[in-house]
């Protein structure tokens, strides 16, 4: 049965600016879709011309998967934090998309807070955060974090300067719990962040004859959070082959789509002329994720557009 949540007790906390369309994307179990989800959804938005910032807070890293670029430690990142000072940014990963990367130096935040507690004078991790991003916020549309699925300290401090949170989910039991664990991190920043609100939840990897379980899972879920966030329509479905090639070739879906059609064409002309065809993909049809997350992307961007217009469902 859903469990329905519930606001922690209130305590005395000073409370911080939400940035405005900064959305976090978070979830308390990892392998859910977190992080593609994030590197497609601004990837679509910066296609469609809104200039995005991915920001990517997980210790992993693995938004460099997703967008292709080569994995960082994360110390510049990490210096960033620690100084207030301006981070290093990817320029022009994808035409109108920047990323800030992340990596394994992202581990030692949480002692760095625990060696700030007892100073009168030390910000938490979200005021680290927004000295780091609240500058650059002119120059983006729309600036995406992607969080771990374990750090605490990292998750809250993202929602405490967050206006919108997104959550990616899978349809199995431990996914589901973890959608409980993030909104209750959800409802411990809400007093400190009260212009944060649940954007929705993505259902992600749905398999396709399992139209049963995908209802079963929306009602769990919308009992769970009541009238706090919707269940977007779009769900991505579960085509491991085509997921495969985009994080093996560092493509976003609307590009592994294009680069496909191009391989099958490759691998015409060479059967044709006599030779060996080249290793080329896994799948042979990325279309459907690709126009899955296009329509997701209008979703979440429609969401948003409500939310500002006062619209706090």
Not at 58 to 68: C, N, Y
Not at 114 to 143: C, K
Not at 273 to 296: H, I, M, T, V, W
């Amino acid at each position: 049965m859903a469990r329905s949540l519930e606001a922690p007790a209130k305590q005395k906390i000073h409370q911080t600016k939400a940035i405005e369309r900064l959305v976090s994307f978070a979830n308390g179990k990892g392998g859910v879709g977190k992080t593609t989800t994030a590197a497609n959804v601004g990837g679509y938005a910066a296609l469609a011309g809104a200039r995005v910032l991915l920001v990517d807070l997980d210790p992993q890293g693995d938004l460099a998967r997703d967008l292709g670029y080569e994995r960082q430690s994360g110390q510049e990142l990490f210096n960033a934090l620690i100084a207030g000072t301006a981070p290093a940014i990817l320029k022009n990963i994808r035409e109108n998309l920047d990323v800030i990367p992340g990596g394994q130096a992202l581990e030692d935040i949480q002692g760095l807070m625990v060696s700030r507690a007892n100073r009168s004078d030390a910000g938490d991790f979200g005021d680290l955060l927004y000295a780091v991003l609240e500058p650059l916020a002119d120059d983006y549309d729309l600036i995406l974090v992607d969080t771990p699925p374990g750090e605490r300290t990292l998750v809250e401090g993202a929602f405490a300067i967050s206006s919108a949170v997104v959550i990616p989910t899978r349809s199995d039991e431990a996914s589901i719990d973890g959608v409980e664990r993030v909104a209750r991190r959800f409802l411990a920043v809400r007093d400190r962040n009260p212009a944060l609100q649940l954007a929705g939840v993505v259902l992600f990897g749905v398999g396709p004859r399992s139209m049963r379980l995908e209802r079963s899972v929306r009602e769990s879920l919308k009992e769970m959070l009541g009238s706090v966030a919707p269940v977007f329509d779009t769900r991505i479905r579960n085509l491991e082959s085509a997921s495969a090639d985009a994080r093996k070739k560092g493509l976003l879906f609307h590009e592994l789509e294009g680069a496909v059609t191009e391989a099958q064409k490759d691998r015409l002309r060479a059967l044709r002329s006599g030779q060996k065809p080249s290793d080329g993909f896994f799948s042979r049809n990325a279309a459907g994720l690709a126009e899955e997350f296009e329509q997701l992307t209008g979703e979440i961007l429609t969401r948003l557009n409500e939310i500002e217009g006062g619209d706090r469902r």
